[in-house]
DNA sequence: CTCCATTGACTTGTGCACAGTTCAATTGTG
DNA sequence: CACAATTGAACTGTGCACAAGTCAATGGAG
C-alpha cells in the first residue's frame, strides 16, 4: 500500500522538520530561522554574492529569498544593493553586525551535533546518500519541467 | 567552519525540498500538496482519524492540520465531525469521492520511487537512519522544552 | 542601430509549519 | 457537587517555499 518510497520521502520530511525544530531553539537567541541562519553561513564562507548566486547555493529562488533578504537586512546584518556594471545584480555584504555575528554563533553546529548525536562516519554516509538521491531527484524534477 | 552537523542538517533540507518538488509534479493532477496527500494515505490505511491522532501520526498540531482539513473539506475527499461522546473531538472520514482517489492514485508512489532510483535496500538503510536521527533531535527537542 | 530573447530581481497569491492564544468539553480532586 | 487542571481543536500572526507574472537591464542577431 504506502510503498516503501513513500516511506523514504516521509522519513525525510519529518527528520528536516525535526531538524529544523532543533536549529529553531538554538537560534532563538538571535531571533533567526533557520534559512536566515543558512544565508549567513553563505556569505560568512564566500563573502559578498549575488541574490541569484545564494539562491545556487541554497536552490531557493528570489520569491523566497527577496523577503528574507528584506528582514535580514531591516535588522543591520546585511546590505542590499546593485552592481554597478550590471543593473540588474544585486550583491548581498554582511555589515559589521553581520560578520560579528559569526565568532557570537560559532558553538552551534556543535550544540546541533550535540542534539543529532551521530558520528562522524556516520554523517559522511548519510549526507553521501542523501546527495545522491538529492541529485536524482532534482535531474527527474528538472527533465520534466521541459 | 561550517560543521559536518550543519552539512548533515542542509542535506536533509534539500534532500526532503526535492522529493516534494517531485510530489508536487505526480500529484499535480489531482491538485494535492505533498501533505494533503500525507492525510488522504493516513485515512485510507487506518480509516477514520481525530486530528489529533491525525497529527501524531505526521507529526504536525491543528495550526497546520485544521486549515488543510478544511480545504480537503471543502473539495469534497473528506468530511468533519464532532464526536457525540466527546464534543472535544473531531473524526475525519473519507467520502466516497476521498475513498475513490485511492484506487486512482495508486500508480503515485510506482512515479515517486521512478524517480528517486533508489533500491529496496538502500531506501531501508536510509530509512533506518534518519528514522534513528529523528527519534534522538525530537527527544532532544522535547527535553529542552522543558 | 533596432528588435527581441534572456536574465535577475521583485511582487503576488496560495499553502504549509509552527509558536502562542483562546475556548469549550472533559476529567480529576477535594 | 464545585472547581481547578487538562485536553482537543481552532484561530492569529510570522516566515518560509514556490508558481506565475511584471519589469528593467542586458546581450545578441539581423
Redesign the interface.
Not at 518510497?5 to 529544523?20: E, H, K, N, P, W
Given at each position: 500500500?504506502?510503498?516503501?518510497?513513500?516511506?523514504?520521502?516521509?522519513?525525510?520530511?519529518?527528520?528536516?522538520?525535526?531538524?529544523?525544530?532543533?536549529?529553531r531553539?538554538v537560534l532563538r537567541p538571535w531571533d533567526l530561522t533557520?534559512p536566515q541562519y543558512?544565508v549567513l553561513?553563505a556569505l560568512?564562507?564566500e563573502g559578498p554574492l549575488s541574490v541569484r548566486r545564494i539562491g545556487d547555493r541554497l536552490?531557493l529562488d528570489s520569491g523566497t529569498l527577496s523577503p528574507l533578504l528584506r528582514r535580514l537586512e531591516r535588522r543591520g546584518y546585511v546590505t542590499r544593493g546593485r552592481r554597478s556594471d550590471d543593473e540588474r545584480v544585486v550583491d548581498v555584504s554582511l555589515t559589521e553586525a553581520g560578520e560579528a555575528l559569526r565568532d557570537e554563533m560559532h558553538e552551534?553546529?556543535?550544540q546541533?551535533?550535540?542534539?543529532?548525536?551521530?558520528g562522524?562516519d556516520?554523517?559522511?554516509?548519510?549526507?553521501d546518500?542523501?546527495?545522491e538521491?538529492?541529485a536524482?531527484?532534482?535531474a527527474?524534477?528538472e527533465a520534466?519541467a521541459s
Open positions: 500500500m504506502a510503498g516503501v518510497d513513500d516511506m523514504v520521502c516521509f522519513s525525510l520530511y519529518a527528520a528536516s522538520r525535526s531538524t529544523t525544530q532543533a536549529y531553539r533557520y543558512l553561513v560568512w564562507t536552490a552551534v553546529p556543535r546541533i551535533a550535540e542534539c543529532m548525536g551521530i562522524i556516520a554523517a559522511r554516509a548519510l549526507m546518500s542523501l546527495h538521491l538529492t536524482r531527484v532534482q527527474g524534477n520534466t
